[in-house]
């Protein structure tokens, strides 16, 4: 079983940035893709970006195109954690935030992974 925390949410002015960090326990992290996703009010889940190993000790990262270039997303194996930057934060990147671990695969759809966290709040203020 692995459970996963975030953290990191709050209230942001509009043009700043944020990091969000998810912690795991159990399981066998450095083998998983991480993802994460965000839920806008009154809206469906949606994909943000993920991270998976190639091989080794190598990973590659994909974005959902309404954060390329102003979200990274990267991952400490010896603490188990995956992070989520995003800078030029706007009012319509409220939502709420949840990170995801996929035990194999895990692509773009919510349903390819197993695992979440509760989700941490990040309100974007004009």
């Known amino acids: 079983q692995v459970q996963l925390a975030e953290s990191g949410g709050g209230l942001v002015q509009a043009g700043g940035s944020l990091r969000l960090s998810c912690a795991a326990s159990?399981?066998?992290?450095?083998?998983?893709?991480m993802g994460w996703f965000r839920q806008p009010p009154g809206k469906e889940r949606e994909f943000v970006a993920r991270q998976w190993r190639v091989g080794g000790n190598v990973y590659t990262s994909a974005y959902a195109d309404f954060v390329k270039g102003r979200a990274s997303i990267s991952r400490d194996n010896a603490k188990s954690t995956v992070y989520l930057e995003m800078s030029s934060l706007e009012p319509e990147d409220t939502a709420v935030y949840f990170c995801?671990?996929?035990?194999?695969?895990?692509?773009?759809?919510?349903?390819?992974?197993?695992?979440w966290g509760q989700g941490t709040q990040v309100t974007v203020s004009s």
């Open positions: 995801a671990a996929a035990t194999t695969g895990g692509g773009s759809l919510a349903s390819e992974y197993d695992y």
């Open positions: 159990g399981g066998t992290f450095s083998r998983y893709t």
